[in-house]
């Protein structure tokens, strides 16, 4: 039986408002949006190929994964909806902790409470990225694909922008993979 579009754009809204509510961060929230999308709406090729195209173009990550999600699973009306259910959670949480931090402004806790959350967030990104990394490889890793990792690697700490060290991945890719 097939669904109706309005039941697929509350399903969209309501996956995006979910991941977007639980994982506010754009990269820590892909994880949490690959479980909820693979499977359901998308194939987990076509994930990650929207996870890789939504680092290749510029501005926010997560918003140009809900709209490649969005439109994969309900067309324009999809992108909207997608849109709406990743903007309300932090546009919402954004002006309360705004509210809050004008009244503990000047607390000293604070910038202790900034340095303890560092080492959580370069966690979560390690994770992600090794899940990424697991996902994307349907074959054993071999030397190929090592050797994009490091050239990438090399080419992050060189301070390449990252649009560009994924297009060169990609081609890279095609080259390697023939």
Known sequence: MKKS?????????WMFLKVNLLSPSGPASVGLLYKEA????????RFVEAVGFSNLIP??????????VGYAAGGVPGVFTALL?????????MLVVAVLLQTVQHEGWLE????????????????????????????????RTLLIAVLSA????????????????GILGVILFR
């Open 154 to 169: 090399i080419a992050f700490w060189l301070e390449i922008p990252s649009p560009l060290v994924l297009l060169g991945a």
């Open 85 to 93: 259910g990743a903007v309300l959670p932090p546009t919402v949480m």
């Open 38 to 45: 693979v499977g359901k709406i998308m194939s987990e090729e």
């Open 5 to 13: 579009k309005f039941s697929l754009w509350l399903q969209l809204l």
């Open 112 to 143: 202790g409470f900034v340095a303890g959350m560092s080492p959580a967030v370069a966690a979560l990104i390690v994770v992600v990225a090794w899940e990424l990394f697991r996902v994307g490889q349907t074959k054993k890793i071999g030397k």
């Open 59 to 68: 501005g926010s990550e997560a918003l140009k994964l809900a709209m490649f």
